[in-house]
């Protein structure tokens, strides 16, 4: 019986992949009409001018279809770390401040992520300082990154290695408006933390009501009170990556000093379940509620490697990695 169920299920995602792979021809023939991107202007510079409006996680506008700084950058992320190949770094720790304040924020279904914002009008605005950053940058909003299965989600990988989700707390540098640090070369500070799927519940459990109040559309808000964002950071804070990369969305502009920590958080089954059916945009999105929680029953490893997990499904939002062009990648700890 139980290997009946899974041939059902196979002959299903067969389908599943089959639909995707007719668009792909669809794409390739011209009957989808592709963006042409410009990405380096008369000088030939590469610049953010020009990139696609409509950018998303689908085959018609994935990050293939990307264009500016985020196809001709040098210094892209996200990246694959290799730990073999790191450099041993000496910077002191992070000293994150004010990470314990109690904080209104609002969470928003931006129909790329879900989008954690507010910290800006907190009394006492949580920053990050020292740790080699060389400036104090100021907490301006978090989100999440995840993929189809429990198998992918991250955007940063360790030795290939995907886990289940991957969260960016984004700093400005202070004193800096977003839209002055993006065009500084270190105007920004991320966070990533990366989630692997665990018994603790812990980590993620203040926010999961909030982001099922968002999940079932775009544009969709809720608030949360009193929420302190230490609870989202590992134990270990003195371990970490540090490289220097880009925003991993379109303008995709080569700004941020990006931190990687080491230590990996848990999530729930459950709670990973409720993240991947948030309702993204996206005009494929109708069908994913259901493909998504076929993949998620199916924990076949050989059947899920048949099926990219870059070619564009809906529902997924991670960017895939990028060449590394000669960065050097410290590790501190
Ligand atoms: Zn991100």
Known sequence: MRYFKIIILAFFVERASSL???????????????????????????????????????????????????????????????TTLTQPGNVDPITFSNYDAQCNITVLNNGDTVTFVGFDDCPNQPYISNGGLGSRYDLHAFHFHWGHTDLDGSEHTLDGRKYSLELHLLHIKHGLTFEEAIHQPDGLAVIAIWF??????????????????????????????????????PQD????????????????????????????????????????RIHLGGENNENRGLFSRMLGLIRQPALIRSINPDIGIPGANHRPVQPLNGRTVFFHG
């Open 20 to 82: 995707w792979f007719f668009e792909n021809i669809a794409n390739s023939l011209g009957f989808r009409q592709k963006p042409q991107i410009e990405e380096k202007d008369e000088n030939g510079t590469c610049t953010s001018e020009d990139t696609l409006e409509e950018w998303g996680y689908e085959l018609n506008n994935g990050p293939d279809h990307w264009g500016g700084i985020c196809k001709c950058g040098k210094k892209q992320s996200p990246i694959n770390i290799v």
């Open 196 to 233: 692997s799927l665990w018994f603790d519940s812990a980590p993620m459990s203040t926010l999961m009501p909030a982001i099922e109040l968002v999940s079932t559309a775009e544009n969709q808000t809720a608030t949360i009170s009193n929420f302190q964002v230490s609870q989202l950071l």
């Open 237 to 276: 804070r003195n371990q970490f990556y540090r490289y220097e990369g880009s925003l991993t969305t379109p303008t995709c502009n080569e700004v941020v000093i990006w931190t990687v920590m080491k230590q990996v958080q848990s999530i729930t089954f459950s709670q990973m379940n409720i993240i991947r």
